[in-house]
C-alpha cells in the first residue's frame, strides 16, 4: 500500500531518475526518507560516468545507510526508488536494515520497457581446506 505522502516522495525519486539520464546514465533515481518523512540522503545511477556496473543509486543509499544511521534510525528509514531494487541492491538494504522500500517501476515492469541483462550465474567450488580455514575463523566466535 502507498499513501499520497509516498507518492510525493516517490516523485522525487523519479525526478532523480530524469537527473541520471541528463547526467549520460541510465534512469534511476532513489532516496531515504528518516523516521519522520525528512529526505535524509539521495542518488542517481552513475553506473556509465563511474564505469562502474554495481553503482546503482539504492546500493550506494544502503551503504550510506550502513555507515551513517543507528540501528533504529535505519529501521524507520523508508527508501523511494524509481524502479523496484535488484537482487543486488535488495541484499545490501537487507543488510544495512533499512525497514521498507517503495517503488514505482516493479522489475517485470522493467522487463517489459528493457529487455534482462544477462548475467549468467556464478559457479562456486568449494567447500575446501576445512582445517585450515576453521583456525582462522572460529577463534573470532568462540
Ligand atoms: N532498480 C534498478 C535497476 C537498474 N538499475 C538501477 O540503478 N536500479
Known amino acids: ?3 499520497p505522502d509516498d507518492h510525493t516522495l516517490l516523485r522525487q525519486a523519479i525526478s532523480l531518475a530524469a537527473k541520471a539520464r541528463a547526467s ?8 531515504l526518507a528518516g523516521p519522520d518523512g525528512t529526505i535524509l540522503a539521495e542518488e542517481h545511477n ?3 560516468t ?3 556496473v554495481t553503482a546503482h543509486p539504492e546500493l550506494k543509499l544502503a551503504r550510506w545507510a550502513a555507515r551513517e544511521l543507528d540501528a533504529q534510525t535505519a529501521a524507520g528509514t523508508t527508501m523511494y ?5 535488484c537482487g543486488m541492491c535488495e541484499a545490501v538494504i537487507q543488510w544495512a536494515g533499512l525497514r521498507r522500500v517503495v517503488f514505482a ?3 517485470e515492469q522493467l522487463l517489459d520497457i528493457r529487455p534482462g541483462s544477462s548475467r549468467p550465474p556464478v559457479p562456486q567450488d568449494g567447500p575446501a581446506l576445512l ?3 576453521r583456525a582462522a575463523v572460529e577463534p573470532y566466535y568462540r
Do not use: H
Not at 549520460?24 to 532516496?31: I, M, V
Not at 526508488?81 to 531494487?85: A, G, L, M, R, V
Open 24 to 31: 549520460g546514465n541510465p534512469p534511476f533515481g532513489s532516496l
Open 81 to 85: 526508488t524509481s524502479c523496484q531494487p
Open 46 to 48: 552513475s553506473t556509465l
Open 1 to 3: 500500500m502507498t499513501t
Open 131 to 133: 582445517d585450515e580455514v
Open 105 to 107: 517501476l516493479s522489475n
Open 50 to 52: 563511474d564505469n562502474d
